[in-house]
């Protein structure tokens, strides 16, 4: 990152790192493109898509969770109403 924001030169950053500069800008492009294909939406991760499917799953389980929660408190609601004030 140092080389991006240009902090930093080059040949210092890779003398620092113990890398040829040839390997640093080869780096750079591969990062760069990898940045444009993923904004771009070109490149999805699997992880992350395996991962969005199983909290797609949890959302679905807890949404239902909620429902079902809404639907006993509305029952005990009414029938401690109709309890109270007969």
């Not at 490149?43 to 909620?66: F, G, I």
């Not at 079902?68 to 009414?78: A, E, H, M, T």
Request: with cysteine; proline share 1%.
């Amino acid at each position: 990152m140092e080389g991006l924001r240009a902090e930093t030169s080059v040949a210092e950053l890779c003398r620092k790192h113990s890398i040829a500069q040839s390997q640093f800008y080869s780096w750079n492009e591969e990062f760069m493109e990898a940045g444009k294909k993923r904004l771009n939406g070109g490149v999805t991760r699997e992880a992350a898509s395996d991962q969005a499917a199983e909290l797609k799953k949890e959302n679905v389980r807890l949404k239902e969770m909620v429902a079902d929660l809404v639907l006993r408190y509305d029952i005990v609601k009414k029938v401690w109403t109709c309890w109270i004030n007969p």
